[in-house]
């Protein structure tokens, strides 16, 4: 089934992207993020928040956005 | 926001995300423009390179190689920024739906989200923010709609301290990472841009928010350490990192007011661990006030010591010799009394 996936880490991009019938969310991120810490980041769903068995449907908006940005000067 | 308002807020941000596409065409006209300008400089050289040769006129063909030259020098940068622009990835402008939908995740991730009509702003404020233990208060995130096409110019938000803990020196340094209410990106820069050019009001705010809640102190405008200032130890100035001098004896910080220099050996003292050389006055350090007049004791800075006097001993010093000279008197003299002693009776008994 097909979702857009959005990532706001680094450069943020927007894609549509493949996934299997039944993933969850937080196989999802660990996919996509595989070093990364769940609890760093903001993970929403169709820009709800989810618990972390939310089972993904076809069409899902997947935005994760980082907690910790650093700044500069 | 109720609905309706809400619904009018997604217009206007609609249309200002229209125009933001917009500008990005006319960027990119402007410098295709710029690119064609300067390639038809170049076809003209070429023409007057051929005049120039068949006709055998050599300095001029030179002076068209020449500027055929430059122009091929300028090409190259003017055609990467032209390419740069063109592979900028084409952002559609979301439907009013989805923007509705974008302020509506805003209220439910922040507490407070307004628009301000006279401002043409999108404010949203966020918690109140500490790091490392300085509480920085609440700040508000203002997006001025009538700037987001010139985001590729100038930032289009501002944020405001609303309950300001400026760095003691500065108080356009609101937070470390904000300068005259402007956040520098860092590392979150590209993304911000791409959240604000696909309309993801959600994504921009909330990245904002990360940014403002992290520390990073590696880059920062004041850094934390130094946030309330380091006081003076003598006069109680608040100085920055760049400013603040120490004792190089106690260590305590001291203010360029305030501070002393020893005068042999450069070294930055306090009032209280300065010594003083007892002919000029000036400070010394403990090691270099270790320097004495080898006759009174006094401490002496090393312009005032002379053959290891203080300038006093040295004058009585030399007024000594000029007595002992008299006394001894002069070798002519001497010679002269010892003659005359050898000349004169001695007398006997």
Not at chain 1, 37 to 48: F, G, H, K, M
Not at chain 2, 175 to 199: D, F, K, Q
Not at chain 2, 220 to 235: H, I, K, M, N, R
Not at chain 2, 330 to 347: K, M, N, R, Y
Request: aromatic share 6%; proline share 5%.
């Amino acid at each position: 089934m097909r979702l857009l996936y959005i990532n706001n880490s680094g450069g943020g991009f927007a894609d549509y992207l493949d996934v299997t019938d039944g993933t969850t969310v937080s196989q999802f991120f660990k996919d996509k993020m595989p070093h990364e810490r769940p609890e760093d980041y903001l993970i929403r769903v169709n820009r709800q928040p989810v618990p972390r068995d939310y089972v993904l449907q076809a069409n899902d908006r997947v935005t994760i956005t980082p907690t910790k940005i650093e700044g500069a000067a | 926001m109720n609905d309706k308002e809400l619904v009018r807020v997604a217009g206007r941000v609609q249309r200002a995300l229209e125009q933001l596409r917009k500008s990005r065409y006319m960027r990119c006209a402007a410098q295709l423009s710029l690119f064609a300008g300067a390639w038809q400089d170049l076809v003209r050289q070429s023409h007057r390179l051929v005049v120039a040769v068949s006709r055998d006129w050599f300095a001029a063909a030179e002076r068209s190689c020449k500027s055929a030259g430059r122009q091929l020098d300028e090409i190259p940068f003017l055609a990467s920024n032209l390419q740069s622009l063109l592979d900028r990835r084409h952002r559609e402008v979301p439907g009013l739906s989805v923007i509705a939908d974008e302020l509506r995740a805003l209220q439910q991730e922040f507490d407070e989200v307004e628009f301000n009509h006279q401002q043409k702003a999108l404010c949203v404020t966020t918690e109140s923010i500490t790091l490392e233990d300085i509480s920085l208060g609440r700040f508000q995130v203002v997006l001025h709609l009538d700037d987001l096409n010139q985001m590729y110019q100038r930032s289009p938000y501002r944020i405001l301290a609303l309950e300001p803990n400026p760095a003691a020196n500065d108080s356009a340094i609101t937070h470390p990472h904000v300068s005259n209410e402007v956040l520098c990106e860092g590392e979150g820069g590209a993304a911000i841009r791409a959240a604000l050019e696909e309309g993801r009001l959600a994504d921009f705010f909330s990245m904002v928010r990360s940014i403002l809640t992290t520390y990073n102190p590696d880059s920062p405008y004041v850094p934390l350490a130094d946030w309330d200032g380091t006081p003076c130890s003598e006069c109680g100035y608040l100085m920055d990192r760049e400013n603040v001098g120490y004792c190089s004896e106690c260590g305590d910080a001291i203010c360029d007011q305030c501070d002393r220099v020893c005068i042999d050996c450069g070294e930055l003292l306090c009032s209280h661990c300065a010594r003083e050389c007892g002919i000029c006055e000036q400070p010394l350090c403990r090691t270099c006030a270790k320097r004495r007049c080898a006759h009174c004791e006094s401490i002496c800075c090393q312009s005032c010591l002379e053959d290891g006097l203080c300038p006093n001993c040295k004058e009585e010093s030399e007024d000594q010799d000029d007595d002992t000279d008299n006394a001894e008197g002069t070798p002519e003299e001497t010679d002269q009394a010892q003659d005359a002693g050898q000349s004169q009776p001695v007398p006997v008994g």
